[in-house]
């Protein structure tokens, strides 16, 4: 069972940044692929970024890339998404979710543990 932790959620002007933090419980976070998955109000989940179990290759969606990104520490157990270029539609509960597999994806039944969430709000 492992336990993960987001953190670093909040309200921002459009422009502005933030960077989450998602920390894994466990001694086992370097065997898991990790992502960052969000989902505005009305909406479905959708996949924002994810990273490698050794962190040397991530991906993210065409909706955050040049303004997203993200990375992991292993020997803290954390993965952070940095968040720079904020707009108004990046609002939403993020989330982090781990995947035993290799090379889950984009896919969400493919991944094992989520977090609880936290709130980004980006206001124009």
């Known amino acids: 069972q492992v336990v993960l932790e987001e953190s670093g959620g909040g309200l921002v002007l459009a422009g502005g940044s933030l960077r989450l933090s998602c920390a894994a419980s466990?001694?086992?976070?370097?065997?898991?692929?990790v992502a960052w998955f969000r989902q505005a109000p009305g909406k479905e989940r959708e996949f924002v970024a994810g990273v490698s179990r050794t962190g040397g290759n991530t991906y993210s969606a065409d909706s955050v890339k040049g303004r997203f990104t993200m990375s992991r520490d292993n020997a803290k157990n954390t993965v952070y998404l940095q968040m720079n270029s904020l707009k108004p539609e990046d609002t939403a509960v993020y989330y982090c979710?781990?995947?035993?597999?290799?090379?889950?994806?984009?896919?969400?039944?493919?991944?094992?543990?989520w977090g609880q969430g936290t709130q980004v709000t980006v206001s124009s």
């Open positions: 979710a781990i995947s035993r597999l290799w090379a889950p994806g984009r896919v969400e039944s493919t991944y094992d543990y």
């Open positions: 466990g001694r086992t976070f370097s065997s898991y692929a």
